[in-house]
């Protein structure tokens, strides 16, 4: 199984590197059996905490790539860069760039291609508002958005989708396992392809093995708990108690 910390805007370079150092402190006592961790920091603690992860079990991912290799792009960091930098996974269409950046379809596929071409496995975040769930739109939304992020990828390609509920996240509301686990199913069958799909929004050590009962679920993306390296020990722990 794979979980996956997005720690958006928040750790400062000392922070993460603490936070890391602790996380391998720790592991060194209690292994995961089966589980891959990564960590997706801020831009400026990526490099840092890719050198503190090597030869470790740890991955560290990037939250956003830029299109493009190199040039005048004042400001960008492309997936070229990324993974320069240490990074092995990036983070893509979350709908926090959807919602404040104005990301579409297309370029979340563009960048899915992107991250592919500089051999980072994507993960791209798809999930429905709460307007488009009460108007009964979930499967179309998400069945689309996820046509659009793979369309230049082939079925072989290392690539993971995170079922990212809009309404959930940050809310501390979540759907029910057997909805994610539905809409997991709607997910495959977009991708035409058996590839990882997550659960992200509002997971918590509470609620996380509901997903992890869910059969069509291989791990889950993280926002608010895994800022803390106690809470986010518990997730795994807990995730691999219901799926070994
Ligand atoms: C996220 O932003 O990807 C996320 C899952 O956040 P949270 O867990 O805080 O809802």
Known sequence: MLMVANWKMFKTVQESQAFVRELIRRREES???????????????????????AGTTLHVGAQNLDLGDEGANTGAVSAYLLREAGAEYVIVGHS???RLYGEDDTQVGEKAAQAVAAHLVPI???????????????D???????????????????????????????SGLVPDGAEANRVAGVIRDAASSGLPVLYGGSVNRKNIQEF??????DGALVGGAALDVAHWMDLTRLWEEVRG
């Open 212 to 217: 992890a009962k869910a059969p069509l679920l």
């Open 31 to 53: 292994t995961l059996s089966n589980t891959t961790e990564v960590i997706c920091p801020t831009l400026p603690a990526l490099f840092e905490l890719s050198q503190l992860c």
């Open 140 to 170: 179309e939304v998400i069945s689309r958005q996820v046509q659009a992020a793979l369309k230049a990828l082939t079925a072989s390609t290392p690539a993971i989708v995170a079922y990212e509920p809009v309404w959930a996240i940050g």
């Open 96 to 98: 926090e760039r959807r």
């Open 124 to 138: 791209v975040c798809v999930g429905e508002t709460q307007s488009q769930r009460e108007e009964g739109k979930t």
